[in-house]
């Protein structure tokens, strides 16, 4: 069964970096396309970014050029480089599928405050 550990989140002041990891188990990662998804308090989850089999990734518009997201096959592992972080990029973040297939993780919160 696939699982997922997000990691890295934390209180941050605004204009500030995170870098969030998300490890995987239980799939041929190299195969998927993964995607790093948030939920702020009282809102839906939202697509951050996302990053396909082949390496292309696409990003949701508010994040493109402040988000980065990567992986890294052999450890089967996929990050979120935040920075310019600004108070309305509180939220859960967490990872998965493309599609949302897998189970959800704890997600890893991020706190943007001054």
């Known amino acids: 069964q696939v699982q997922v550990v997000e990691s890295g989140g934390g209180l941050v002041q605004p204009g500030g970096s995170l870098r969030l990891s998300c490890v995987v188990s239980?799939?041929?990662?190299?195969?998927?396309?993964t995607a790093w998804y948030r939920q702020a308090p009282g809102k839906q989850r939202e697509l951050v970014a996302s990053?396909?089999?082949?390496?292309?990734?696409t990003y949701a518009d508010s994040m493109r050029g402040r988000f980065t997201i990567s992986r890294d096959v052999a450890k089967k592992t996929m990050y979120l480089e935040l920075s310019s972080l600004k108070p309305e990029d509180t939220a859960v973040y967490y990872c998965?599928?493309?599609?949302?297939?897998?189970?959800w993780g704890q997600g890893t919160q991020v706190t943007v405050s001054a």
């Open positions: 998965n599928s493309a599609g949302r297939a897998w189970p």
């Open positions: 239980g799939i041929i990662f190299r195969f998927s396309s």
């Open positions: 990053i396909f089999s082949d390496g292309r990734t």
